[in-house]
Structures are given as structure tokens and as C-alpha cells.
């Protein structure tokens, strides 16, 4: 993963933990076209997580962001644990505030700044015991 620079740590409110949730990204890149991807959270928090994309998108844009709470998932990440009772999928919409180059080549590291709900679940970093 690319170090997110110091700038844009200071602006964050709150810690992310670094937790690999699978995500579903649709909105429009830098030329307009729409998209949807299934990607990955390389890290997430309440208000906020960055993903590797293959699009290219806008600092700036809006997107619709889905964490899909099947029972795969559940089970794929184990450290995962509903705040809830409530097994239902996240969706919130997210405005980009952060782009980086990727470890693979074609690809962006892109931090989204929530702006519908915020992320109520508990979880666990990926790295804890």
C-alpha cells in the first residue's frame, strides 16, 4: 500500500484500520464515463476508507459505495463483528479527497471522504492478534 501523505493525515478526524472488506464502487470517472467496480477497502473508519481503483477518477467526485454483508463475506473476513444485530449491507455515497499511485501499475489508491451514512460496524485491524 502507498503511504498516505502527512497532509492528508492531519486533515482525518478519526484513525482507519487497515481491514480488506470487499467493496462496490460505481460513479463517473474523469472523463464522465460511468463505472462500477468490485474492489477492496485497504483501510476504513467511520467516516471514511481508501481503495485501489483501475478507473481514473477525479479528486472531487461523488461516489455510490457498497461493503456487502453476505454471508461469504462473514465468513471470508472472520474478524468482522456487527455492531448490530443488523446483518444488512452498507451503502453510503463518498467524495474522493485523496489519490495515489498504486503498487500495481494501472492503478490509483483513492481515499474517499464519506458523505451519506458513516461506517457503524466494529471491526478489528487485519495486523491485530
Known amino acids: 500500500m502507498v503511504p498516505i501523505s502527512t497532509t492528508v493525515s492531519r486533515q482525518r478526524s478519526e484513525r482507519r484500520i487497515a481491514v480488506r ?7 463517473h470517472d474523469a472523463h464522465g464515463y460511468a463505472f462500477e467496480e468490485d474492489t477492496a477497502s485497504e483501510n476504513l473508519g467511520r467516516n471514511g476508507a481508501a481503495f485501489v481503483t483501475r478507473f481514473d477518477i477525479a479528486i472531487g467526485s461523488d ?39 498504486a503498487q500495481s501499475e494501472g492503478e490509483k489508491l483513492v481515499g474517499v471522504q464519506f458523505t451519506g451514512p458513516r461506517f457503524q460496524r466494529v471491526f478489528r485491524s487485519e495486523s491485530a492478534g
Open 63 to 101: 461516489l455510490e459505495i457498497r461493503i456487502p454483508f453476505s454471508q461469504y463475506s462473514r465468513q471470508r473476513v472472520g474478524r468482522l463483528a456487527a455492531a448490530r444485530n443488523n446483518d444488512a449491507d452498507f451503502a453510503t455515497r463518498g467524495r474522493v479527497v485523496h489519490i495515489a499511485d
Open 21 to 27: 472488506l470487499p467493496l462496490k464502487v460505481r460513479g
